[in-house]
């Protein structure tokens, strides 16, 4: 059974930093893209960051670009979100997944399988 497991959020000030990780099993995403999506209270869930399959492209979202890194590491089967200098506005539940291809993937509908998500909550 694929099972997605995140962790690391939590409640932090604005300006403070969250490392999120996506611990996967059940079988290897080591030739899959991966991604980061976040979904805030009525809202849609929305596209933050991807890393294709070796993790050589990664893109994000522009809200958090130069702010938010994601890497991976194949041999734990495993995916991180660096997140520095967190604003209220990025207050909401993220979630992993992982994509159906190798490269980088924008949409929801490309994901195949996905994390129970973890709350991130930054106060003002």
């Known amino acids: 059974q694929v099972q997605l497991v995140e962790s690391g959020g939590g409640l932090v000030q604005a300006g403070g930093s969250l490392r999120l990780s996506c611990a996967a099993s059940?079988?290897?995403?080591?030739?899959?893209?991966m991604g980061w999506f976040r979904q805030a209270p009525g809202k849609e869930r929305a596209f933050v960051a991807a890393?294709?399959?070796?993790?050589?492209?990664?893109d994000y979202a522009d809200s958090v670009k130069g702010r938010f890194t994601i890497s991976r590491d194949n041999a734990k089967n495993s995916m991180y979100l660096q997140m520095n200098s967190l604003k209220p506005e990025d207050t909401a539940v993220y979630y992993c997944?992982?994509?159906?291809?190798?490269?980088?993937?924008?949409?929801?509908?490309?994901?195949?399988?996905w994390g129970q998500g973890t709350q991130v909550t930054v106060s003002s």
């Open positions: 997944a992982t994509a159906a291809g190798y490269g980088l993937e924008y949409h929801t509908s490309e994901y195949r399988y």
């Open positions: 059940g079988r290897t995403f080591s030739t899959n893209g």
């Open positions: 890393i294709s399959w070796n993790g050589g492209s990664t």
